[in-house]
């Protein structure tokens, strides 16, 4: 606990940003084991959900990390795909899968801040966002800024782990992701503070209904939820609403 506690004090981006760099090179490898490879579907299924909303669309992958996502996005056949995050290390780890699969003109990947998108306002048809919103320093903030860069009527699609409603499975759940996933999180990645902070990170994140409360105050109407694998994680889709 102590570990995880000091990711969410003052210096909280710093942190965060550090530790993501710290585990770049085993981050795609620890997300395929530690979910029993359903974070390749979960992406499927996030892509998926918004298909056929936009013909070639321009589209920002905010919290990209190694760039799963955005690459996964192709099958939307986007104009072109930009992806930020705070770990350079992590975006490395991006560009280096993004060039050996020929889609570097298709897909850039830069340092940006989630609560600081550096675009204009109006940018965007589609901001997509992968268990990364917990992350923000500040979750309105960073909603709210997504909103801005978004063209009208533009679309916000957030992926973000959640608590299951079935008192077994979520005993289970629970079970695994407080107590074994950090211990196996920290054998492979060599991290004490990362597996620890991730459990931490989700138990704080106002999940299901109380999320959507935070999506309508940060611009976003028409929102709806999709739940994954027992309700293990979350897919919201929203609007941006009609500005005054």
């Not at 760099?21 to 992406?43: C, K």
Request: include cysteine; glycine fraction near 8%; proline fraction near 3%.
């Amino acid at each position: 606990m102590e570990e995880a506690d000091r990711i969410t004090g003052q210096d909280r981006k710093s942190a965060i940003g550090s530790m993501f760099d710290d585990i770049a090179g085993r981050y795609d490898f620890l997300n395929h084991l530690l979910s029993f490879g359903m974070d390749r579907s979960w992406r499927t299924k996030a892509i998926r959900t918004v298909s056929g909303r936009y013909e070639n669309p321009q589209i920002l992958d905010v919290a990209t990390g190694t760039g799963d996502l955005a690459i996964a996005a192709m099958k939307l056949n986007p104009c072109h795909v930009t992806g930020i995050d705070i770990s350079e290390k992590m975006l490395e780890e991006g560009r280096m899968k993004i060039n050996n699969r020929g889609l570097s003109d298709r897909i850039e990947l830069i340092h940006g801040d989630s609560e600081n998108i550096p675009f204009g306002d109006h940018t965007y048809d589609l901001a997509m966002v992968a268990f990364g919103v917990r992350n923000f320093s500040d979750w309105l903030k960073g909603l709210s800024e997504i909103n801005r860069v978004l063209k009208k009527r533009g679309m916000i699609m957030v992926m973000e782990f959640s608590r299951p409603a079935n008192l077994l499975f979520k005993q289970v759940y629970l079970f695994y992701f407080t107590r074994l996933l950090p211990i196996i999180g920290r054998i492979f990645s060599k991290n004490r503070t990362a597996y620890s902070y991730l459990p931490e990170s989700v138990m704080q994140f106002p999940d299901n209904d109380l999320f959507v409360t935070l999506m309508t105050n940060a611009g976003f109407s028409d929102i709806s939820q999709k739940k994954l694998t027992g309700g293990v994680a979350t897919i919201y889709v929203g609007i941006k609403a009609n500005e005054q």
